[in-house]
Nanobody
């Protein structure tokens, strides 16, 4: 069983940057994608970014493309989400998640392990 712990959220002004981290514990041999999702109050949880664990291929939601960067450190068993040029619309609880799937990356239903979430608040 894999456990995920996120950290790095906080309060930042619009235009600022934050980096989120997700640390994996347990076996990583069955990891397909590591993903970041976010959920704002009153909204569904939505896809932000994903990285294929095996080869580092990355995918992004259109709303964050060019501003966010996802990366992984296989040795440290850690995933990082660097967020630049943050906007008030980026305010949400951000969740790290793990899937065994090697093809689909943007559907929350295919992710089987989730972290507890970390709050990101962007002030205008």
């Amino acid at each position: 069983q894999v456990q995920l712990v996120e950290f790095g959220g906080g309060l930042v002004q619009a235009g600022g940057s934050l980096t989120l981290y997700c640390r994996l514990s347990g076996r990583t041999s069955g990891v397909g994608f590591m993903g970041w999702f976010r959920q704002a109050p009153g909204e569904d949880r939505g896809f932000v970014a994903a990285i294929r664990w095996r080869d580092g291929t990355t995918y992004y939601a259109d709303s964050v493309k060019g501003r966010f960067a996802i990366s992984r450190d296989v040795t440290a068993r850690q995933v990082k989400l660097r967020m630049n040029d943050l906007k008030p619309d980026d305010t949400a609880v951000y969740y790290c998640a793990k899937s065994r799937d090697m093809i689909t990356y943007n559907l929350s239903a295919i992710y089987d392990d989730w972290g507890q979430g970390t709050q990101v608040t962007v002030s205008s």
